[in-house]
């Protein structure tokens, strides 16, 4: 059974930091594009960071490009998303995601381009 669950949420004060994890299990991810994505309440769930398979190339939303940065250990079949300067608009569950890739450079950032989705984490930042 292919599992993705995150942890590493909580709450914080705006200006805080925070290293989300995302453990993947039931299959090898070393070759899927990982992303991250968050919902906040009464809101559409959107695009935060993807990385490509390789490790080598990564893609912000631009609300979060120089506060955040994803990584991945392949070899541990786990992501990570570390959050720094945190805003209280940050505040949102955050869900870890797996595409099947196609190439080492490749990363999505579509909701319907992804093919296994966790649970997700609730990040809650406080002004």
């Known amino acids: 059974q292919v599992q993705l669950v995150e942890s590493g949420g909580g709450l914080v004060q705006a200006g805080g930091s925070l290293r989300l994890s995302c453990a993947a299990s039931?299959?090898?991810?070393?070759?899927?594009?990982m992303g991250w994505f968050r919902q906040a309440p009464g809101k559409d769930r959107e695009f935060v960071a993807a990385?490509?398979?390789?490790?080598?190339?990564?893609h912000y939303a631009d609300s979060v490009k120089g506060r955040f940065t994803i990584s991945r250990d392949n070899a541990n079949n786990t992501v990570y998303l570390q959050m720094n300067s945190l805003k209280p608009e940050d505040t949102a569950v955050y869900y870890c995601?797996?595409?099947?890739?196609?190439?080492?450079?490749?990363?999505?950032?579509?909701?319907?381009?992804?093919?296994?989705w966790g649970r997700g984490t609730q990040v809650t930042v406080s002004s």
């Open positions: 995601a797996a595409a099947y890739g196609s190439s080492w450079y490749e990363v999505r950032w579509e909701t319907t381009q992804y093919n296994y």
């Open positions: 039931g299959r090898t991810f070393s070759r899927d594009v």
């Open positions: 990385i490509s398979w390789s490790g080598g190339r990564t």
